[in-house]
């Protein structure tokens, strides 16, 4: 159940409007989304698809998707790779990396590529207008070897940027 209250307004912690409106365009409608934090946006991508969300704080897992609560061990700033490994779906539609909270914090990612399927869901990376998202996106293309695009997310005082990696694109 979600625990939070619509109108929704996108703002700085969620994906901008361009993201969301490129996710409805690329994942079909009964399609699986695994995203790497939660948010309010996670309950607006929720009304679309099936939603699984990892996330390492419990108050921000009250947006009524499927949790994979993945606590950073101590000494790490990234999620308990054993509970995601775990606990993610098989199959999924659509990687969105926008977590941990703290750009720095989600470098853990690149340590940890083994555990996402980066050949065939659409891989959004949210925030590439800073340097660690970018340098994540980046390293992905460079593995995987498929197509890409980098768009501007601008809305109200808030200028981002995501990447899209996508054979279609
Ligand atoms: C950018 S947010 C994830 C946003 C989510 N994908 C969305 O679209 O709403 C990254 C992390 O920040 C934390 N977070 C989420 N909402 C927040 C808020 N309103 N204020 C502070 N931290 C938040 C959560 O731990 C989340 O995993």
């Not at 109108?7 to 700085?12: A, D, I, R, V």
């Not at 409007?17 to 948010?39: A, F, M, N, R, T």
């Not at 990376?125 to 070897?145: A, P, Q, S, W």
């Amino acid at each position: 159940m979600c625990d939070f209250e619509m109108p929704f307004s996108f703002n700085e912690w969620t994906i901008g409007p361009k993201l969301y409106s490129w996710i409805l365009k690329l994942i079909p409608g009964d399609g699986v989304i695994l995203e790497l934090g939660s948010g309010e946006g996670s309950g607006l991508l929720s009304k679309h698809f099936k939603v699984f969300s990892v996330e390492n704080f419990k108050e921000y897992m009250i947006y009524g998707t499927n949790y994979i609560y993945a606590p950073c061990p101590e000494g790490s700033n990234w999620y308990d790779p054993q509970l995601i490994k775990d606990r993610i779906p098989d199959k999924y539609d659509c990687l969105l990396i926008d977590g941990p909270r703290g750009g720095e914090n989600r470098l853990g990612i690149l340590d940890n590529l083994s555990l996402f399927n980066l050949d065939d869901p659409v891989v959004f990376v949210d925030d590439i207008n800073r340097d660690h998202e970018l340098r994540i996106f980046n390293e992905i293309i460079g593995k995987t070897r498929r197509n890409s695009i980098i768009i501007k997310d601008e809305y109200g005082e808030i200028k981002k940027k995501f990447g899209i990696i996508c054979d279609t694109i």
